[in-house]
């Protein structure tokens, strides 16, 4: 799809493709990171970068599910027998609260940096933020 027409609607399929990229994008950089951090820092800082991008991609993840169910929901179809939201906000909210364990355990027993944690947290932000980009360049262009 082409934004060169100012007519032209931005679907729910254009955001979700944008949501996937965003999250191979998080795995591109972790497959390049991680080794490097490794190599550099330690295998504890790689880890923990690891950790915050796992954390950071099932937030992506997580939010492609609920804007899913909920887009569902808006769809006026007699027909169509809309995604319940109840399980897909269960879902959010225990993986919250797997991220926070995650965050205690890995910084409780891993020795690394904080900041690569924090990097790795990042990394669905810059993901996002440049997935954004794309779409307001394609669309201004």
């Not at 027993?109 to 990042?122: E, F």
Request: charged fraction near 15%; glycine fraction near 10%; charge should be positive.
């Amino acid at each position: 799809m082409t934004f060169e027409d100012s007519t032209v609607p931005f679907t729910d399929a254009d955001s979700r493709r944008a949501i996937v990229r965003a999250l191979r994008n998080v795995a591109i950089a972790v497959a390049l990171g991680a080794p490097l951090l490794g190599w550099k820092l330690g295998w504890a800082s790689a880890a923990l970068f690891a950790v915050g991008a796992v954390i950071s991609g099932s937030g992506i993840f997580e939010w492609l599910r609920l804007m899913t169910a909920i887009t569902a929901r808006m769809v006026v179809d007699p027909n169509a027998r809309p995604r319940p939201v109840a399980p897909v906000l269960a879902g959010f909210f225990l993986r919250l609260g797997i991220a926070l364990v995650l965050l205690y355990v890995s910084l409780k027993y891993l020795n690394g940096s904080v900041y690569a944690l924090i990097g790795g947290l990042a990394l669905g932000l810059l993901a996002l933020c440049v997935e954004g980009l794309r779409l307001i360049r394609a669309w201004t262009i």
